[in-house]
């Protein structure tokens, strides 16, 4: 797997989880992968679209074993 | 790649509560890449002072007065029930116990996203406030004719 990081923004809200997900992203060299937990809402809903329209890459979006947590994978 | 959605904000008053709105729609739409433009007039002004406490800052006795009256970004009152300024700091209390990114926080984070911050160049006249007295990522001073040339195209709100 590529070099990556991973960021936890299970306990953050609108719209520091979208802020910390781009900063993260734009501190990333190209092909790097970025992870990012969230729960359930809108950060689930917005963060793969978003993430598309600005031309990274969403390799998947999966739930994990935590209740609620979700893992999205974004390639940059 | 689609042509680079656009928000731009007038910031018009320097309430706690309507800082941390712009701010908020700011720092949201930048993450999520939209250019972003803040042009700040007025008590606005207020937020991207270098000073942010209460401070005399400003050329001639009156802006001086307002300057000590009003402050900076931690003298910001709320628009209600301000409780001569006990408000603004349960509301940062109310905000971290909650883990809700406070004003500063949001100020910080829209600075790390390059968001573009403009200075009223009419409002700083009668305010005797001058490009020294702000922050160094203010951009430009501007007038009405230059912030309408930058927002075009894209959505306008005023706060």
């Known amino acids: 797997m590529a070099k990556y990081q ?18 993260a992203l734009s501190k990333l060299q190209k092909g790097e992968v970025l992870i990012v937990l969230v729960t359930e809402g809108e950060a689930l809903e917005n963060i793969p679209s978003s993430a598309t329209e600005q031309g990274y890459e969403v390799i998947s979006v999966t739930k994990t074993e935590k209740n609620g947590v979700h893992q999205i994978e974004i390639r940059k | 790649m689609n042509e680079q959605k656009k928000l731009s904000i007038i910031s ?27 042009f700040f007039t007025f008590w606005g002004l207020d937020a991207i002072k270098i000073e942010q406490g209460r401070s005399p800052v400003g050329k001639g006795f009156l802006p001086r007065i307002f300057g000590l009256l009003m402050g900076g970004l931690k003298s910001s009152p709320v628009s209600r029930l301000n409780f001569s300024g006990v408000s603004p700091h349960i509301f940062r209390y109310m905000m971290r116990k909650n883990n809700v990114a406070t004003l ?21 006249h009668i305010l005797g406030l001058e490009k020294k007295d702000f922050i160094p990522e203010v951009k430009d001073i501007i007038g009405v004719t230059s912030f309408l040339k930058i927002a075009d195209g894209g959505q306008t709100l005023f706060i």
Not at chain 2, 111 to 119: C, H, R
């Open chain 1, 6 to 23: 991973q960021i936890d923004l299970t306990k953050e809200h609108c719209p520091m989880t979208f802020v910390k997900t781009k900063i």
């Open chain 2, 12 to 38: 018009f008053s320097g309430d706690f509560d309507k800082l941390t709105a712009v701010f908020t729609l700011a720092t949201g739409a930048a993450a999520v890449g939209y250019e972003v433009n803040l």
């Open chain 2, 104 to 124: 500063e926080e949001l100020v910080e984070a829209a600075k790390e996203l390059g968001i573009n911050f403009y200075a009223c160049e009419m409002a700083m």
